[in-house]
């Protein structure tokens, strides 16, 4: 199996836009070494032939411009992407959707309260279906994760984990676990497992579980500590209020950094980093203390083999 990272920023990709925080800054005029990002997407394949992709962030279009084994092989158009897979209804995970519009019919896989919201709160699905169409195949979430869905050759499956509903979903101030999936994703040719969780707001024996059940976990790395983004002066909202499990440990309990110690995977890989997060800094403490610890930091154009 093949894992390509398309995308591992947050929100706003690195540097952001309009952010001129430390980090952004110091990248942009060469204080800081660290990699530019785009927001968070991946591809997975059986074969290298067909692609299954999961989430469809706003730089899908540089993405796939970026990454040759995305772009038209055969005739005058086509695309190796056979299927969209969708983690939540986040604009920064499925505002990519619309440049999909130019291609066939598009084959996405998302839990019905995503497809719920994009197709009335954010309704891109409706925009679609003018263009290329599209064809939903439900991912119901369950207690210990839901079907098994065979596609391009994998076998993939839906697990809920803890999070947030996106800001413009009218259940955003519930605590409902199925607005937000992590996917599980197998190559039966292998029996090899790995785990995508861009957001994950903490992890208990569930979440533990589907940790230690995979060869390889793809996890949110969205914030260093709790209280990031009000230290930097950036915003008002704690790493809880957005539906992410900070690195280090926090009033809420304990953080990424030990879930992941304890977590059996062979290769644990943080995705979905936010530009204020300490971790982008190569020459920083907080990489030195990843390295040690044997935890990887998703970069654009980052490819595994499993």
Same mark, same amino acid.
């Given at each position: 199996?093949?894992?390509?990272?398309?995308?591992?920023?947050?929100?706003?990709?690195?540097?952001?836009?309009?952010?001129?925080?430390?980090?952004?800054?110091?990248?942009?005029?060469?204080?800081?070494?660290?990699?530019?990002?785009?927001?968070?997407?991946?591809? =997975?394949?059986?074969?290298?032939?067909?692609?299954?992709?999961?989430?469809?962030?706003?730089?899908?279009?540089? +993405?796939?411009?970026?990454?040759? /084994?995305?772009?038209?092989? %055969? #005739? &005058?158009?086509?695309? $190796?992407?056979?299927?969209?897979?969708?983690?939540?209804?986040?604009?920064?995970?499925?505002?990519?959707?619309?440049?999909?519009?130019?291609?066939?019919?598009? +084959?996405?896989?998302?839990?019905?309260?995503? %497809?719920?919201?994009?197709? *009335?709160?954010?309704?891109?699905?409706?925009?679609?279906?003018?263009?290329?169409? =599209?064809?939903?195949?439900?991912? $119901?979430?369950?207690?210990? #994760?839901?079907?098994?869905?065979?596609?391009?050759?994998?076998?993939?499956?839906?697990?809920?984990? $803890?999070?947030? /509903?996106? $800001?413009?979903?009218?259940?955003?101030?519930?605590?409902?676990?199925?607005?937000?999936?992590?996917?599980?994703?197998?190559?039966?040719?292998?029996?090899?497992? =790995?785990?995508?969780?861009? *957001?994950?707001?903490?992890? #208990?024996?569930?979440?533990?579980?589907?940790?230690?059940?995979?060869?390889?976990?793809? &996890?949110?790395?969205?914030?260093?500590?709790?209280?990031?983004? &009000?230290?930097?002066?950036?915003?008002?909202?704690?790493?809880?209020?957005?539906?992410?499990?900070? +690195?280090?440990? *926090?009033?809420?309990?304990?953080?990424?950094?030990?879930?992941?110690?304890?977590?059996? /995977?062979?290769?644990?890989?943080?995705?979905?980093?936010?530009?204020?997060?300490?971790?982008?800094?190569?020459? *920083?403490?907080?990489?030195?203390?990843?390295?040690?610890?044997?935890?990887? &930091?998703?970069?654009?154009?980052?490819?595994?083999?499993?």
């Amino acid at each position: 199996m093949k894992i390509l990272v398309l995308g591992s920023g947050a929100g706003g990709g690195f540097p952001q836009w309009n952010c001129n925080c430390r980090l952004c800054a110091g990248q942009r005029a060469g204080r800081v070494r660290a990699s530019p990002r785009t927001q968070s997407s991946i591809a =997975v394949s059986a074969d290298g032939d067909d692609w299954v992709l999961l989430n469809a962030s706003p730089d899908i279009g540089a +993405q796939l411009r970026a990454s040759k /084994a995305l772009q038209p092989r %055969h #005739g &005058v158009r086509h695309s $190796p992407i056979k299927a969209v897979v969708l983690m939540d209804s986040q604009i920064d995970h499925v505002a990519g959707l619309l440049s999909l519009r130019e291609g066939p019919r598009l +084959q996405l896989y998302c839990t019905p309260e995503s %497809h719920e919201d994009l197709t *009335g709160s954010l309704p891109l699905l409706n925009a679609l279906d003018k263009y290329c169409g =599209v064809t939903w195949h439900p991912m $119901p979430l369950e207690p210990g #994760g839901g079907a098994w869905h065979e596609i391009a050759g994998l076998r993939l499956q839906a697990v809920p984990v $803890p999070g947030k /509903a996106p $800001p413009y979903s009218p259940r955003r101030q519930t605590e409902v676990r199925s607005d937000n999936a992590a996917v599980l994703i197998e190559d039966p040719a292998t029996g090899k497992r =790995v785990l995508y969780a861009p *957001g994950l707001a903490q992890v #208990g024996d569930a979440e533990r579980r589907s940790l230690d059940a995979c060869d390889c976990v793809l &996890v949110d790395g969205t914030f260093w500590t709790e209280d990031e983004m &009000v230290a930097a002066g950036l915003g008002t909202k704690r790493a809880a209020d957005m539906g992410h499990l900070p +690195q280090c440990d *926090g009033p809420h309990g304990p953080g990424m950094l030990k879930a992941l110690d304890a977590c059996a /995977a062979r290769r644990k890989v943080l995705i979905h980093i936010n530009n204020s997060n300490p971790i982008l800094d190569e020459d *920083g403490a907080e990489r030195a203390e990843l390295t040690r610890r044997g935890i990887e &930091v998703a970069f654009d154009g980052m490819e595994l083999e499993l």
